[in-house]
């Protein structure tokens, strides 16, 4: 008799860092009016930054609770002490997991398998699941470094934020092979997703605009691939995507510095592509 498969919780939260400056054209809203927000537009939940650099974080954590959204968090060590700090802090917590952005740049593959594996421990200790987010200026900047990092440590988990290493190592269009190949090996060790649409040029381009349309299409053909792989795998209870469109800095803006399209509307847009991918592949098994 064939094994029944434990299909996943698939669930959409909206990144908090990815609030600021909303809404498109007016005045920012409060924390309280983003998070209103957040639960008017049918979001599951809440990824809260925590970083001396994202001060809204520690006030976001004290009112979530009062909101019906789950949360994750994301944090950037940059020792084994500073993340040893964030478990004390957080040990029973009620998060889905932790994102973990290793900020340090080793050279040698040796200094980055002794780091993620004493997160990896720290973590675990306290309690909670840890990913590890592919992200530039990261340990994880580098595409063929992270698939070294991966293969010699099992266990590793990724939050796979794609738009970096299509920029990041300048993907040339069509992707060709090679680079394709890579980025299923990326996806097939992805426990999250980070929902922002990058070129090869630009980490995050507007979506809506039509010269933009065969990156859109790429990474919504790449979130099928990542989702399908932890629904057909069968061991993960829930799955957790986040649109994390940036402001000025990721999103692009004119010459008046304002930026060219509606982050908040694109970022309920992502969180729809993506229900309508797991929803589709929820019917194709049906069917099947």
């Known amino acids: 008799m064939a094994t029944a498969v434990s299909v996943p919780d698939f669930k959409v939260f909206q990144s908090l860092?990815?609030?600021?400056?909303?809404?498109?054209?007016?005045?920012?809203?409060?924390?309280?009016?983003?998070?209103?927000?957040?639960?008017?537009?049918?979001?599951?939940?809440?990824?809260?930054?925590?970083?001396?650099?994202?001060?809204?974080?520690?006030?976001?954590?004290e009112i979530v609770g009062e909101y019906d959204l789950e949360w994750t968090l994301v944090c950037f060590p940059k020792s084994q002490e500073y993340f040893k700090e964030v478990a004390e802090r957080f040990a029973g917590a009620d998060m889905r997991f932790v994102n973990i952005q290793p900020d340090i740049r080793p050279y040698t593959l040796g200094e980055g398998i002794r780091e993620i594996l004493g997160w990896m421990e720290i973590a675990e200790d306290a309690g909670f699941t840890a990913y590890f987010e592919t992200h530039r200026d990261r340990m994880t900047t580098d595409l063929r470094y992270t698939l070294k990092l991966i293969d010699a440590i099992p266990n590793m988990k990724l939050i796979a934020d794609l738009s970096h290493y299509v920029v990041g190592q300048e993907?040339?269009?069509?992707?060709?092979?090679?680079?394709?190949?890579?980025?299923?090996?990326?996806?097939?060790?992805?426990?999250?997703?980070?929902?922002?649409?990058?070129?090869?040029?630009?980490?995050?381009?507007?979506?809506?605009?039509?010269?933009?349309k065969q990156w859109l299409d790429l990474f919504l053909r790449w979130w099928e691939d990542g989702f399908r792989m932890r629904r057909e795998e069968g061991k993960l209870e829930e799955l957790i995507f986040v649109p994390e469109l940036g402001p000025s800095g990721y999103a692009i803006t004119g010459a008046d510095g304002e930026e060219l399209s509606d982050r908040w509307e694109e970022a309920v847009q992502l969180k729809d592509h993506a229900r309508r991918i797991w929803s589709g592949l929820d019917s194709a098994a049906v069917a099947g």
């Not at 939940?45 to 974080?57: D, L």
């Not at 069509?174 to 090996?185: L, S």
């Not at 630009?202 to 039509?210: A, L, Y």
Request: hydrophobic share 40%.
């Open 17 to 61: 860092w990815g609030m600021e400056g909303i809404p498109y054209g007016g005045e920012e809203w409060s924390l309280r009016e983003k998070l209103d927000a957040i639960v008017e537009a049918g979001f599951d939940g809440v990824e809260i930054a925590w970083s001396t650099v994202f001060p809204i974080g520690k006030e976001a954590l």
């Open 171 to 212: 993907f040339s269009w069509p992707v060709d092979d090679d680079n394709e190949a890579m980025i299923q090996r990326i996806l097939a060790r992805s426990y999250g997703f980070h929902g922002r649409v990058a070129s090869r040029e630009q980490v995050q381009v507007p979506i809506g605009f039509p010269q933009h």
